[in-house]
Protein backbone atom coordinates (compact mmCIF):
# COMPACT_ATOMS: atom_id res chain seq x y z
CA UNK A 1 0.00 0.00 0.00
CA UNK A 2 2.67 2.52 0.81
CA UNK A 3 4.72 1.73 -2.46
CA UNK A 4 1.64 1.46 -4.91
CA UNK A 5 0.38 4.75 -3.98
CA UNK A 6 3.80 6.90 -5.25
CA UNK A 7 4.11 3.89 -7.98
CA UNK A 8 0.32 5.29 -9.27
CA UNK A 9 0.74 8.39 -8.86
CA UNK A 10 4.27 8.50 -10.78
CA UNK A 11 2.09 6.60 -13.76
CA UNK A 12 -0.32 8.98 -13.50
CA UNK A 13 2.21 12.08 -13.53
CA UNK A 14 3.59 10.49 -16.46
CA UNK A 15 0.60 10.23 -18.77
CA UNK A 16 -0.47 13.51 -17.84
CA UNK A 17 2.99 15.39 -18.91
CA UNK A 18 2.73 13.34 -22.20
CA UNK A 19 -1.34 14.35 -22.57
CA UNK A 20 -1.17 18.15 -21.69
CA UNK A 21 2.40 18.52 -23.88
CA UNK A 22 -0.35 17.56 -26.72
CA UNK A 23 -2.41 20.25 -25.56
CA UNK A 24 -1.61 23.72 -27.18
CA UNK A 25 -2.48 26.99 -25.32
CA UNK A 26 -6.60 25.16 -24.52
CA UNK A 27 -7.87 27.24 -21.51
CA UNK A 28 -10.37 25.37 -20.39
CA UNK A 29 -9.63 22.05 -21.52
CA UNK A 30 -6.32 22.02 -19.50
CA UNK A 31 -7.42 23.46 -16.57
CA UNK A 32 -10.71 21.00 -16.33
CA UNK A 33 -8.20 18.07 -17.12
CA UNK A 34 -5.59 19.43 -13.85
CA UNK A 35 -9.39 19.49 -11.85
CA UNK A 36 -10.77 15.77 -13.20
CA UNK A 37 -7.22 14.24 -12.73
CA UNK A 38 -6.57 14.91 -9.05
CA UNK A 39 -10.27 13.44 -8.12
CA UNK A 40 -9.52 10.58 -10.54
CA UNK A 41 -6.67 9.28 -8.96
CA UNK A 42 -7.81 9.59 -6.03
CA UNK A 43 -10.73 7.84 -6.24
CA UNK A 44 -8.69 4.87 -8.81
CA UNK A 45 -6.16 4.79 -5.77
CA UNK A 46 -8.36 4.72 -2.78
CA UNK A 47 -11.93 2.35 -4.25
CA UNK A 48 -9.94 0.60 -7.12
CA UNK A 49 -6.31 -0.28 -6.30
CA UNK A 50 -6.81 0.44 -2.04
CA UNK A 51 -3.28 2.10 -2.09
CA UNK A 52 -2.77 5.22 -0.28
CA UNK A 53 -4.61 8.22 -2.26
CA UNK A 54 -2.57 10.79 -0.52
CA UNK A 55 0.72 9.58 -1.80
CA UNK A 56 -0.44 8.75 -5.20
CA UNK A 57 -1.78 12.92 -5.66
CA UNK A 58 1.32 13.53 -3.69
CA UNK A 59 3.61 12.23 -6.47
CA UNK A 60 1.29 12.76 -9.55
CA UNK A 61 1.92 16.69 -8.50
CA UNK A 62 5.33 16.80 -7.66
CA UNK A 63 6.17 14.95 -10.82
CA UNK A 64 4.29 17.41 -12.70
CA UNK A 65 5.67 20.22 -10.96
CA UNK A 66 9.13 19.04 -12.57
CA UNK A 67 7.72 19.42 -15.76
CA UNK A 68 5.47 22.30 -15.24
CA UNK A 69 5.71 23.57 -19.01
CA UNK A 70 3.81 21.36 -20.57
CA UNK A 71 0.97 23.53 -19.34
CA UNK A 72 0.65 26.13 -22.12
CA UNK A 73 2.07 29.53 -21.73
CA UNK A 74 -0.49 31.71 -21.99
CA UNK A 75 -2.68 29.11 -19.63
CA UNK A 76 -0.18 29.12 -16.66
CA UNK A 77 -1.22 32.40 -15.46
CA UNK A 78 -5.13 31.55 -15.35
CA UNK A 79 -4.71 27.85 -14.09
CA UNK A 80 -2.12 29.37 -10.95
CA UNK A 81 -5.41 31.65 -10.03
CA UNK A 82 -7.97 28.80 -10.37
CA UNK A 83 -6.04 26.69 -8.55
CA UNK A 84 -5.08 29.40 -5.97
CA UNK A 85 -9.09 29.97 -5.08
CA UNK A 86 -9.43 25.86 -5.06
CA UNK A 87 -6.90 25.77 -2.83
CA UNK A 88 -7.87 28.54 -0.18
CA UNK A 89 -11.89 27.15 -0.39
CA UNK A 90 -10.62 23.90 0.23
CA UNK A 91 -8.58 24.90 2.89
CA UNK A 92 -11.71 26.60 4.89
CA UNK A 93 -13.77 23.73 4.35
CA UNK A 94 -10.93 20.77 6.26
CA UNK A 95 -10.19 23.17 9.23
CA UNK A 96 -14.37 23.72 9.50
CA UNK A 97 -14.77 19.78 8.76
CA UNK A 98 -12.16 18.55 11.17
CA UNK A 99 -13.26 21.25 13.92
CA UNK A 100 -17.12 20.08 13.64
CA UNK A 101 -15.60 16.27 13.99
CA UNK A 102 -13.52 16.87 16.85
CA UNK A 103 -16.39 19.21 18.75
CA UNK A 104 -18.38 16.09 18.22
CA UNK A 105 -15.88 13.65 19.56
CA UNK A 106 -15.21 15.73 22.46
CA UNK A 107 -19.11 15.70 23.40
CA UNK A 108 -19.35 12.10 23.14
CA UNK A 109 -15.90 11.44 24.72
CA UNK A 110 -15.67 12.71 27.77
CA UNK A 111 -14.34 10.04 29.33
CA UNK A 112 -11.74 8.91 26.67
CA UNK A 113 -10.07 12.13 26.42
CA UNK A 114 -8.84 13.64 29.74
CA UNK A 115 -5.90 16.03 30.73
CA UNK A 116 -3.57 13.68 30.29
CA UNK A 117 -3.79 13.89 26.34
CA UNK A 118 -3.64 17.81 26.12
CA UNK A 119 0.30 16.74 27.77
CA UNK A 120 0.83 13.81 25.47
CA UNK A 121 -0.15 16.27 22.73
CA UNK A 122 2.82 18.65 23.94
CA UNK A 123 5.05 15.54 24.39
CA UNK A 124 4.53 15.09 20.97
CA UNK A 125 4.66 18.93 19.84
CA UNK A 126 8.44 18.33 21.49
CA UNK A 127 9.32 14.77 19.49
CA UNK A 128 8.54 16.55 15.95
CA UNK A 129 11.08 19.32 16.39
CA UNK A 130 13.73 16.82 17.72
CA UNK A 131 12.78 14.23 15.09
CA UNK A 132 13.01 17.28 12.46
CA UNK A 133 16.59 18.43 13.93
CA UNK A 134 17.66 15.29 13.47
CA UNK A 135 16.05 14.52 10.18
CA UNK A 136 18.12 17.96 8.94
CA UNK A 137 21.42 16.79 10.95
CA UNK A 138 21.73 13.40 9.26
CA UNK A 139 20.41 14.69 5.69
CA UNK A 140 23.07 17.97 6.32
CA UNK A 141 25.88 16.26 4.50
CA UNK A 142 23.67 14.81 1.80
CA UNK A 143 22.02 18.55 1.39
CA UNK A 144 25.61 19.97 1.01
CA UNK A 145 26.83 17.85 -1.77
CA UNK A 146 24.02 18.81 -4.17
CA UNK A 147 25.57 22.21 -3.81
CA UNK A 148 22.96 24.04 -1.81
CA UNK A 149 24.85 25.60 1.65
CA UNK A 150 23.07 25.76 4.76
CA UNK A 151 24.14 27.57 8.02
CA UNK A 152 23.35 26.75 11.31
CA UNK A 153 21.06 29.78 11.25
CA UNK A 154 19.34 28.57 7.73
CA UNK A 155 19.11 24.99 9.70
CA UNK A 156 17.00 26.67 12.62
CA UNK A 157 14.61 28.13 10.77
CA UNK A 158 13.87 24.65 8.51
CA UNK A 159 13.88 22.75 11.81
CA UNK A 160 11.20 25.67 13.43
CA UNK A 161 9.38 26.49 9.82
CA UNK A 162 7.74 22.80 9.94
CA UNK A 163 4.14 24.04 10.07
CA UNK A 164 1.37 21.04 9.83
CA UNK A 165 -1.94 22.08 7.80
CA UNK A 166 -4.37 21.00 5.61
CA UNK A 167 -2.30 17.76 4.80
CA UNK A 168 -2.44 16.49 8.00
CA UNK A 169 -5.85 16.74 8.58
CA UNK A 170 -7.08 15.27 5.40
CA UNK A 171 -4.76 12.27 6.49
CA UNK A 172 -6.18 12.13 9.59
CA UNK A 173 -10.00 12.21 8.33
CA UNK A 174 -9.06 9.43 6.29
CA UNK A 175 -8.06 7.38 9.81
CA UNK A 176 -11.08 8.83 11.32
CA UNK A 177 -13.68 7.46 8.29
CA UNK A 178 -11.88 4.17 8.90
CA UNK A 179 -14.57 1.90 10.44
CA UNK A 180 -12.15 -1.02 10.88
CA UNK A 181 -10.66 1.06 13.77
CA UNK A 182 -11.90 1.30 17.23
CA UNK A 183 -13.88 4.63 18.13
CA UNK A 184 -11.76 5.25 21.04
CA UNK A 185 -8.71 5.05 18.99
CA UNK A 186 -9.93 7.63 15.95
CA UNK A 187 -10.81 10.19 18.50
CA UNK A 188 -7.54 10.07 20.20
CA UNK A 189 -5.80 10.00 16.55
CA UNK A 190 -8.32 13.04 15.84
CA UNK A 191 -7.54 15.20 19.07
CA UNK A 192 -3.70 14.76 18.91
CA UNK A 193 -3.25 15.63 15.28
CA UNK A 194 -5.53 18.19 15.70
CA UNK A 195 -3.51 19.44 18.75
CA UNK A 196 -0.30 19.40 16.69
CA UNK A 197 -2.12 21.54 13.86
CA UNK A 198 -2.97 23.88 16.51
CA UNK A 199 0.05 24.47 18.14
CA UNK A 200 2.62 24.68 14.90
CA UNK A 201 0.42 27.25 13.45
CA UNK A 202 0.43 29.12 16.95
CA UNK A 203 3.61 28.84 17.97
CA UNK A 204 5.78 28.27 15.00
CA UNK A 205 3.72 30.61 12.72
CA UNK A 206 3.18 33.38 14.34
CA UNK A 207 7.04 33.45 15.89
CA UNK A 208 8.61 32.74 12.78
CA UNK A 209 9.07 36.34 11.78
CA UNK A 210 10.50 37.20 14.68
CA UNK A 211 12.69 34.05 14.78
CA UNK A 212 13.94 34.94 11.21
CA UNK A 213 14.73 38.36 12.85
CA UNK A 214 15.99 37.80 15.60
CA UNK A 215 19.02 35.45 13.32
CA UNK A 216 19.50 38.06 10.98
CA UNK A 217 18.18 36.16 7.95
CA UNK A 218 15.83 38.63 6.49
CA UNK A 219 18.61 41.09 5.32
CA UNK A 220 20.60 38.19 3.36
CA UNK A 221 24.33 37.66 3.02
CA UNK A 222 27.00 40.65 2.75
CA UNK A 223 28.07 40.06 -0.51
CA UNK A 224 24.34 39.82 -2.04
CA UNK A 225 23.37 43.26 -0.83
CA UNK A 226 26.41 44.39 -1.85
CA UNK A 227 25.52 43.59 -5.13
CA UNK A 228 21.87 44.87 -5.20
CA UNK A 229 23.16 48.20 -3.73
CA UNK A 230 25.55 47.91 -6.96
CA UNK A 231 22.93 47.14 -8.89
CA UNK A 232 20.74 49.63 -7.01
CA UNK A 233 23.36 52.29 -7.98
CA UNK A 234 23.83 51.57 -11.78
CA UNK A 235 19.77 51.76 -12.14
CA UNK A 236 19.88 54.88 -10.67
CA UNK A 237 22.66 56.24 -12.78
CA UNK A 238 20.98 55.22 -16.26
CA UNK A 239 17.91 56.72 -15.08
CA UNK A 240 19.54 60.18 -14.32
CA UNK A 241 21.26 59.95 -18.16
CA UNK A 242 18.28 59.21 -19.45
CA UNK A 243 16.01 61.70 -17.27
CA UNK A 244 18.51 64.21 -18.66
CA UNK A 245 18.17 63.51 -22.19
CA UNK A 246 14.29 63.75 -22.07
CA UNK A 247 14.31 66.88 -20.53
CA UNK A 248 16.46 68.47 -23.31
CA UNK A 249 14.01 66.86 -25.76
CA UNK A 250 10.97 69.19 -26.61
CA UNK A 251 9.16 65.92 -27.03
CA UNK A 252 8.48 65.74 -23.18
CA UNK A 253 8.02 69.07 -22.97
CA UNK A 254 4.78 68.98 -21.37
CA UNK A 255 5.65 65.71 -19.25
CA UNK A 256 4.52 66.11 -15.41
CA UNK A 257 7.89 65.59 -13.48
CA UNK A 258 6.90 65.45 -10.17
CA UNK A 259 4.20 62.71 -10.77
CA UNK A 260 6.87 60.68 -13.10
CA UNK A 261 9.43 60.98 -9.50
CA UNK A 262 7.05 58.77 -8.05
CA UNK A 263 7.54 55.75 -10.10
CA UNK A 264 11.37 56.59 -10.23
CA UNK A 265 13.85 53.88 -8.24
CA UNK A 266 14.25 56.09 -5.55
CA UNK A 267 10.94 56.50 -4.44
CA UNK A 268 10.02 53.03 -5.14
CA UNK A 269 13.60 51.67 -2.76
CA UNK A 270 11.89 54.03 0.31
CA UNK A 271 8.66 52.47 0.03
CA UNK A 272 10.46 49.24 -0.13
CA UNK A 273 12.62 49.75 2.56
CA UNK A 274 9.09 51.33 4.58
CA UNK A 275 7.73 47.92 4.00
CA UNK A 276 10.60 45.11 4.47
CA UNK A 277 12.53 47.40 7.47
CA UNK A 278 15.50 47.90 5.76
CA UNK A 279 17.96 50.27 4.98
CA UNK A 280 18.69 49.90 1.40
CA UNK A 281 17.71 53.53 0.34
CA UNK A 282 19.86 54.80 3.12
CA UNK A 283 23.05 52.95 1.73
CA UNK A 284 22.16 54.24 -1.60
CA UNK A 285 22.39 57.14 -0.46
CA UNK A 286 25.71 57.11 1.50
CA UNK A 287 27.03 55.83 -1.95
CA UNK A 288 29.13 58.96 -3.93
CA UNK A 289 26.84 60.16 -6.79
CA UNK A 290 28.32 61.30 -10.05
CA UNK A 291 27.31 64.33 -12.09
CA UNK A 292 24.45 62.63 -14.08
CA UNK A 293 26.08 64.24 -17.31
CA UNK A 294 28.70 61.96 -17.11
CA UNK A 295 29.00 60.02 -20.25
CA UNK A 296 28.80 56.26 -20.24
CA UNK A 297 31.47 54.05 -20.70
CA UNK A 298 32.16 53.34 -23.76
CA UNK A 299 32.36 49.98 -25.23
CA UNK A 300 36.41 49.76 -25.43
CA UNK A 301 36.42 50.80 -22.24
CA UNK A 302 34.11 48.12 -21.11
CA UNK A 303 36.26 45.85 -23.33
CA UNK A 304 39.23 46.01 -21.01
CA UNK A 305 37.23 44.62 -18.28
CA UNK A 306 37.52 41.32 -17.71
CA UNK A 307 34.32 39.58 -16.93
CA UNK A 308 33.03 37.45 -14.54
CA UNK A 309 33.09 34.60 -16.92
CA UNK A 310 36.68 34.91 -18.37
CA UNK A 311 38.15 35.07 -15.05
CA UNK A 312 37.78 32.43 -11.83
CA UNK A 313 38.00 35.50 -9.24
CA UNK A 314 37.46 39.34 -9.24
CA UNK A 315 40.54 40.97 -10.96
CA UNK A 316 42.87 42.41 -8.42
CA UNK A 317 43.74 45.73 -10.40
CA UNK A 318 42.21 48.48 -9.19
CA UNK A 319 39.50 49.93 -11.28
CA UNK A 320 38.54 53.11 -9.54
CA UNK A 321 39.61 55.92 -12.03
CA UNK A 322 36.59 58.23 -12.71
CA UNK A 323 36.10 57.06 -16.53
CA UNK A 324 35.67 53.70 -15.41
CA UNK A 325 33.09 54.09 -12.22
CA UNK A 326 30.00 54.41 -14.25
CA UNK A 327 30.99 51.02 -16.06
CA UNK A 328 28.19 48.61 -16.24
CA UNK A 329 28.76 46.19 -13.66
CA UNK A 330 30.11 48.63 -10.82
CA UNK A 331 31.06 45.46 -8.62
CA UNK A 332 34.10 44.61 -9.79
CA UNK A 333 35.19 47.77 -8.03
CA UNK A 334 35.41 45.49 -5.07
CA UNK A 335 39.16 45.47 -3.93
CA UNK A 336 39.84 43.21 -1.31
CA UNK A 337 42.76 40.70 0.06
CA UNK A 338 39.99 38.35 0.94
CA UNK A 339 39.58 35.55 -1.43
CA UNK A 340 36.95 33.85 0.19
CA UNK A 341 34.89 37.23 0.09
CA UNK A 342 35.95 37.54 -3.89
CA UNK A 343 34.72 34.13 -4.60
CA UNK A 344 31.03 34.99 -2.78
CA UNK A 345 30.61 38.26 -4.79
CA UNK A 346 31.14 36.04 -7.85
CA UNK A 347 29.10 33.77 -7.04
CA UNK A 348 26.63 36.10 -6.66
CA UNK A 349 27.05 37.85 -9.29
CA UNK A 350 26.42 34.06 -11.77
CA UNK A 351 23.33 32.95 -9.91
CA UNK A 352 22.13 36.72 -10.21
CA UNK A 353 22.87 36.39 -13.44
CA UNK A 354 22.15 32.71 -14.76
CA UNK A 355 18.36 33.74 -12.80
CA UNK A 356 17.99 36.66 -14.83
CA UNK A 357 18.72 34.22 -18.27
CA UNK A 358 16.08 31.29 -17.04
CA UNK A 359 13.45 34.55 -17.01
CA UNK A 360 15.00 35.16 -20.40
CA UNK A 361 14.34 31.56 -21.63
CA UNK A 362 10.83 31.66 -20.27
CA UNK A 363 9.76 34.82 -22.05
CA UNK A 364 10.80 33.45 -25.04
CA UNK A 365 9.04 30.21 -24.21
CA UNK A 366 5.69 32.49 -23.52
CA UNK A 367 6.23 34.18 -26.85
CA UNK A 368 6.50 31.17 -28.83
CA UNK A 369 10.01 31.69 -29.87
CA UNK A 370 10.78 28.54 -28.43
CA UNK A 371 9.40 25.14 -28.03
CA UNK A 372 8.68 22.90 -24.60
CA UNK A 373 11.47 20.26 -24.88
CA UNK A 374 14.12 23.19 -26.20
CA UNK A 375 12.80 25.14 -22.47
CA UNK A 376 13.22 22.36 -20.24
CA UNK A 377 16.66 22.06 -21.34
CA UNK A 378 17.39 25.33 -20.97
CA UNK A 379 15.82 25.73 -17.47
CA UNK A 380 17.46 22.08 -16.27
CA UNK A 381 20.82 23.34 -17.62
CA UNK A 382 20.73 26.67 -16.04
CA UNK A 383 19.60 24.43 -12.91
CA UNK A 384 22.40 22.33 -12.81
CA UNK A 385 25.24 25.75 -13.50
CA UNK A 386 23.30 27.70 -10.62
CA UNK A 387 24.08 24.53 -8.35
CA UNK A 388 28.14 24.89 -9.38
CA UNK A 389 28.21 28.24 -10.16
CA UNK A 390 29.53 28.36 -13.36
CA UNK A 391 28.81 29.81 -16.53
CA UNK A 392 30.80 27.45 -18.66
CA UNK A 393 28.98 24.28 -17.35
CA UNK A 394 25.55 26.17 -18.83
CA UNK A 395 26.88 25.76 -22.04
CA UNK A 396 28.78 22.79 -21.75
CA UNK A 397 25.57 21.18 -20.83
CA UNK A 398 23.72 22.34 -23.46
CA UNK A 399 25.88 21.38 -26.55
CA UNK A 400 25.59 17.61 -24.96
CA UNK A 401 22.17 17.81 -26.64
CA UNK A 402 23.80 19.18 -30.44
CA UNK A 403 25.47 15.33 -30.45
CA UNK A 404 23.11 12.67 -31.92
CA UNK A 405 22.42 10.12 -29.18
CA UNK A 406 22.16 6.57 -29.66
CA UNK A 407 18.73 6.04 -30.84
CA UNK A 408 19.28 8.54 -33.91
CA UNK A 409 23.12 6.95 -34.65
CA UNK A 410 20.92 3.55 -34.69
CA UNK A 411 18.51 4.77 -37.12
CA UNK A 412 20.68 5.89 -39.18
CA UNK A 413 21.46 2.64 -40.76
CA UNK A 414 17.78 2.46 -41.68
CA UNK A 415 18.37 5.79 -43.66
CA UNK A 416 15.38 5.31 -46.23
CA UNK A 417 12.71 5.23 -43.73
CA UNK A 418 11.22 8.62 -43.30
CA UNK A 419 10.72 7.77 -39.41
CA UNK A 420 14.49 8.76 -39.39
CA UNK A 421 14.13 11.54 -41.54
CA UNK A 422 11.41 13.01 -39.27
CA UNK A 423 13.35 12.29 -35.67
CA UNK A 424 16.42 14.04 -37.53
CA UNK A 425 14.71 17.03 -38.27
CA UNK A 426 13.26 17.62 -35.24
CA UNK A 427 17.18 17.29 -33.69
CA UNK A 428 18.49 20.00 -36.32
CA UNK A 429 15.42 22.41 -35.38
CA UNK A 430 16.03 21.55 -31.55
CA UNK A 431 19.73 22.37 -32.07
CA UNK A 432 18.68 25.61 -33.73
CA UNK A 433 16.54 26.50 -31.42
CA UNK A 434 18.80 26.12 -28.71
CA UNK A 435 21.68 28.48 -29.92
CA UNK A 436 18.88 30.90 -31.11
CA UNK A 437 18.00 30.87 -27.92
CA UNK A 438 21.48 31.52 -26.11
CA UNK A 439 22.00 34.58 -28.74
CA UNK A 440 18.90 36.20 -27.73
CA UNK A 441 20.10 36.24 -24.15
Known sequence: ?????????????????????????????????????????????????????????????????????????????AMASAWRIATYFINILIFTITGLILARSFIGTATTINGKDFGFSIVLYIMIHVGRALTVIILYPLIKCTGAYLSWKDCIILIWSGLRGSMALILVLIVTLD???????????????SMIVLLTLIINGTSSKFVVKLLGLHHGTRESELVLVQALEHMR???????????????FADVDWKM????????????????NNTHLHQQLSNRPHEDSTVNPTTDYELQTIPTVYQTSSLPSSPLLTRARSDIALPILNIQTPDDEFNKNIRDELIIRFL??????????????????????ILIKSVEQAKQKCSLELHWKLILEHFRLNIFL?????????????????????????????????
Not at 241 to 247: P, V, Y
Not at 260 to 275: A, F, G, H, V
Open 1 to 77: MFVGGPLFGLACGIISVIVLNRINNELEIEITFTFGLAYLIFYVADVELGVSAVLALVTAGLYMSKYKYCISSNVQP
Open 179 to 193: TQIDQVTRDRFLFHV
Open 237 to 251: RQTSWKLSAMKRDET
Open 260 to 275: LNEYLPDKLLEELDEE
Open 355 to 376: TAMSIDYEKQWYLGMTHRKTLN
Open 409 to 441: QFLMKFNYFNLFNRFLFNHIFQTIELVLSKLEN
